[in-house]
Structures are given as structure tokens and as C-alpha cells.
């Protein structure tokens, strides 16, 4: 078979795109942009008791803002860095001013 020829037999199984860009198009605009959120002195004040429980090898699930939109992270603290303001949940790093929420699994 001619190299000509398996070329154009290949083509026939290629996936076709009709819209090319549509999907892109598509995912660009399901991501909904949220406003981070200012807390109110009681929940800052409720963050704060919640924080000083806290220690390395806990479990717990933070709600956080990350990229435009909040989200919920859970698993054990691996570091906690009063200095950087960091909390670090396995390998997610967490900014201690985009936390919105801590809870604390037993």
C-alpha cells in the first residue's frame, strides 16, 4: 500500500470537530466568576477560636477563595505558618485571608 494512500485511509477514522472551538467556548463560559466575600467581625472572631485549635496531622475541611470562585478543600494539615499566613492541607496551600470556614473532624 502506497504511503499516499494510507494517509487518506487514515484521515477516515480522524474524529471530526464541525464547531471547532465550540467546547472551549463552552467551558470558558460555565466558569462564573464569584466575589470574594468580606467577613463580619463575628466570623473573623469565630475563624480565630477555630485557628488556635489547630495543629499539624488534623483533619479538617476549609472553605477557601481560590481563582475566582470559593472552594471546599478537606484533608489533614501537613503546616501550619503564622509568619507566611499559609495553612498547608496535603499539598494545597491555603492564604489564611481567603479562608471563609474551618471544620475540625474528629
Known sequence: MAYREKVSRAKLFMPFDALKGFREALAAKEHIVVPKIDLSEE???ELDIK????SPGMMVTIVHYSKDEYVKTTGMIARIS?????????NTKIA???IRSIEISN
Open 43 to 45: 466570623m473573623l472572631e
Open 96 to 98: 489564611l485571608d481567603d
Open 51 to 54: 485557628f488556635r485549635q489547630l
Open 82 to 90: 503564622v509568619s507566611s499566613r499559609i495553612i498547608q492541607v496535603v
